[in-house]
């Protein structure tokens, strides 16, 4: 049964590739005129939830700041055809997304791409060492592959795979529970997260927030 889930979850990071590939942002091909204009709706708007440049204050909302162009870019497009069903995306991203065209999007993900992480926050040692073996190891007995194999090392993600560096514990918490109810219905993320307990999730989503962002 665990050969079965890896083979999915193998399947699925495949398929992940291919259609996150299609997104990638060219950054040259962005108008200078939208760049601006992404520039003020990022001040003026998203910075209410997700802070300066992206730097979030609130562990409620993900920092943005140094995340890859083309997961943003997925991600957005997702709030927009409300196809991304956790909590917070029927609450507050499915609005703002809404009124969102392609050219804004692409360059709200370049701006966001570019700005500087912060630094991570510390937090238990015993609960951050205990983070960082499932995430370099993963959970052999329970079939739960090691995290780096996708978020690669330090957690620095990919232009396929998010960047989870410095990332609130909170908002990794609450994903994760997401994906494994399925409300993100991403097949690769609930073959990885269904066998984790709370506290397996509590103790990556430490670690995973004390790495330097920067």
């Excluded at 065209?101 to 630094?119: H, N």
């Excluded at 960082?132 to 995290?147: R, T, V």
């Excluded at 997401?178 to 709370?198: C, D, I, P, Y």
Aim: a positive charge.
């Amino acid at each position: 049964m665990k050969n079965i889930k890896r083979s999915i979850v193998a399947v699925s990071v495949a398929m992940s590739l291919g259609l996150l590939a299609s997104s990638a942002l060219r950054a040259a091909d962005i108008d200078p005129q939208m760049k601006l204009a992404a520039q003020r709706v990022a001040v003026t708007t998203c910075a209410t939830c997700h802070g300066p440049q992206g730097r979030s204050q609130s562990p409620k909302f993900p920092v943005l700041a140094g995340q890859h162009a083309s997961y943003l870019i997925a991600q957005m497009k997702a709030f927009k055809a409300e196809t991304r069903g956790d909590p917070d995306a029927l609450g507050y991203m499915w609005g703002m997304a809404a009124p969102l065209d392609d050219a804004m999007i692409e360059a709200l993900a370049g701006y966001y791409s570019v700005q500087t992480p912060g630094p991570g926050q510390r937090g238990d040692a015993a609960t951050i060492a205990r983070g960082a073996d499932i995430f370099g190891k993963g959970i052999a007995a329970e079939g739960i592959p090691p995290c780096i194999s996708c978020h690669g090392a330090n957690a620095v993600g990919t232009d396929d795979f998010p960047r989870l560096t410095g990332q609130h514990a909170q908002y990794l918490l609450k994903q994760l529970r997401s994906f494994q109810s399925n409300l993100r219905n991403v097949a690769v993320m609930h073959g990885v997260a269904s066998e984790l307990k709370t506290p397996e999730m509590s103790a990556v989503a430490a670690y995973l927030q004390s790495l330097s962002g920067t």
